[in-house]
Every structure is written in C-alpha cells, then in structure tokens.
C-alpha cells in the first residue's frame, strides 16, 4: 500500500539523499563551536527529517500547488538563515584555519607548562582584585566560540599576566568595564560585553554576575566573577554560580577547564 505513494527510489535518488546528509553533516560540524550552533543540535535536529518529510508527502501525493511553494519559500529561508547567522558564518570561516592541519602547522599551541602558569596567574590576579574589592569578569572559551562578544570590546591578543589583569580592572584604567576573555593562555580581548541573565537573582548579585550566568547559560564558557561590594569569588558554569574562598579550591576546579585546553583531560558532558 505504501509503495503506491512512495516511490521506489533509484540508486541516484539514494546519491542525492547521501549528498545532501553529508551538505547537512558538514554544516553541523562548521556550526557546533559557535553560539547559534546549539539551534541545531538536540531538538533542533528533529526539524530537517520534517523538511525532508514534507517534501516527500507532497510529492507522493502530488499536491502541486503546497509543493511550489514549498520550494519557493525553500530559497527564501537559506538567505533568511545566512541573514540570521552571518556573525557565526564569518567567525567560522575565520577560524577554519585555526583547525586541523593549519593549526597544526602554524599556530603556535600552548604546552602544559603555559597553560598552567595562566591558571595560575588568573587564579593569583582574582585574589588580589578581591582582596582590594576591585570588581572582575574574567570569561575562559572551552569548545564554543566566544568571538561574537570578542568583537564587542578591544582585542588585545596578549600573555595572560596577573599583573595585566589587574591593571585592566582598575578603576582608573579605560578598559575595566566589560569582561576580559581568555582563549588558551592568552587574553583575546578586554572591556566586552557579555549576555545578562534573565532570570531573576538575588539583589545582592550585581550586573557583573547576571553578566557571567547570561554567558555561562548560552555557551559552556566558564566564567570567574569577583565582588567589590562583598570580596566574594565565584565560578558561573551551566547557569549556576559557585564561590571559593580560598585560592587553591579556585585552582583545583580551574584546573579541569585548562586541563581540557590541554588535551590532559576529556571534555566535560554538556547537560
């Protein structure tokens, strides 16, 4: 019964349907380290077997009509889709060559040894803001791209030096507003803004923490917040914040996202 509304497919037919999963495989993977990239994962997959369901079901049922405009809204929704998602395509395609073989090749990776003395000057720079109640927002990229908040302040593409941190969030320094970002042992960019949260918190939390769940909430960024009104340090990951109060405690669990950067340990399970 069955065969008489679907079509028995032809070895082309299958050659087609085997292009167009490696075309959708293939942006997946372009997409999976960015932002907008998680519209496409999970539920978000169940959306292109309806596409392709609804152009099949017209077709067997040949409902001419629903089936040219279906077709022609198709054009209409991949320049609606590359629209909506240029920041992402273009961060993408900057970082191609930063993947694979060309980052291999040409970028200079960071050992063991320069991953954890960043740990270690981050970690010694955040007790210092904290014990002279300087307010900081330091946010570290694990697996997704944080280069759509990195254009929303200054790059600065140096070490990371506790010494450097310190002076950016200053009060006096023009760039202490904002969250430095960190991408391996290096400080990317400074005074950028991050996503607040929505949801409603505490009043004793301030902008600087709505600040770092907003991004710990939209990316698996890992996000170091320090109070200037209470001298408190906290960790934002997975829209949840943790405070330490000592610096080695702070140390051990920054340990597990350089450890990651470094290929010592697995990527930690997204929820």
């Not at 939390?205 to 001298?231: M, N, P």
Request: net charge positive; hydrophobic share 50%.
């Amino acid at each position: 019964m069955l065969a008489l509304y679907v079509p028995t497919p032809s070895p082309l037919d299958l050659v087609e349907i085997a292009l167009l999963w490696l075309a959708l495989y293939v942006t997946l993977r372009f997409l999976r380290r960015t932002i907008a990239g998680g519209i496409f994962r999970g539920p978000g997959l169940l959306v292109w077997p309806v596409i392709l369901g609804v152009f099949v079901a017209l077709t067997a049922l040949r409902l001419e009509v629903l089936g040219v405009l279906a077709r022609g809204a198709l054009p209409v929704l991949i320049i609606g889709g590359i629209v909506v998602f240029q920041t992402e395509l273009r961060h993408g395609i900057a970082r191609m060559g930063q993947s694979g073989v060309m980052r291999r090749l040409f970028r200079r990776r960071a050992g063991r040894a320069e991953g954890f003395r960043a740990l270690d000057e981050i970690v010694a720079a955040v007790f210092e803001l904290r014990e002279k109640r300087v307010g900081a927002l330091i946010a570290i990229e694990r697996t997704m791209d944080l280069s759509t908040y990195v254009d929303t302040g200054v790059k600065l593409d140096a070490l990371i030096r506790k010494d450097l941190l310190t002076s950016l969030f200053q009060h006096a320094a023009v760039l202490h507003d904002g969250a430095v970002i960190v991408r391996g042992d290096r400080i990317v960019a400074a005074s950028c803004y991050l996503p607040l949260t929505e949801r409603n918190l505490d009043t004793a939390y301030g902008t600087r923490h709505r600040a770092a769940i907003g991004l710990s909430e939209q990316s698996d960024a890992v996000v170091v917040v320090t109070s200037e009104e209470r001298g408190q340090v906290a960790v934002a990951r997975r829209g949840e914040l943790t405070t330490f109060a000592e610096a080695r405690w702070l140390a051990a669990d920054l340990a597990v996202v350089f450890g990651e950067r470094l290929g010592l340990l697995g990527a930690e399970p997204r929820a």
